[in-house]
């Protein structure tokens, strides 16, 4: 299936994978940006924001976790999240923690704010409609990471 037929299935669980892509490049860009303000409450937000990418881009592409060498804690925690409820809740909680980020003034983690929110909305939606998460065979899913098994 091409990208092209991946997106005309209207599954709201392939939308949300990719702005969840789209979500771990702007939090990595917003968080490395706002280091560089030096002001303590948002270099802690921008720390976040980082480890949040890397944590998305191993939800998001689940053949890294047979790639990498990780430990089997974070495999686990990283599979727990794997239906779409759990991936809105965990869109929806890196959203909440961006958003926080106000508390030290205004920067850039807004937009990291924004785009997860549009990722957990997918999610959500998907999960509201009842459709089965579907992995997106671009990004390693529905087939690609057994293959390798």
Do not use: H
């Not at 994978?17 to 937000?45: E, N, P, R």
């Not at 939800?59 to 890294?64: G, K, Q, R």
């Not at 807004?110 to 992995?135: D, R, S």
């Amino acid at each position: 299936m091409s990208l092209k037929e991946e997106f005309q299935t209207r599954n709201f669980s392939i939308y949300g994978q990719w702005l969840g892509i789209l979500s771990m490049i702007i939090c990595l860009a917003t968080g490395i940006s706002t280091i560089f303000t030096f002001k303590v409450v948002l270099i802690i937000f921008a720390a976040i924001a980082i480890a949040s990418s890397f944590l998305i881009l191993f939800i998001e592409v689940p053949l890294l976790l047979r790639i990498c060498p990780t430990s089997g804690k974070f495999d686990d925690f990283v599979r727990k999240i794997s239906t779409n409820y759990m991936r809105a809740a965990a869109y929806g909680i890196m959203a909440f923690l961006q958003f926080l980020s106000n508390l030290g003034g205004p920067s850039s983690l807004i937009a990291a704010g924004v785009f997860l929110t549009l990722t957990g909305i997918c999610y959500l939606l998907a999960g509201i409609k009842g459709q089965a998460f579907v992995g997106s065979k671009t990004l390693g899913g529905a087939g690609v990471a057994q293959m390798i098994v």
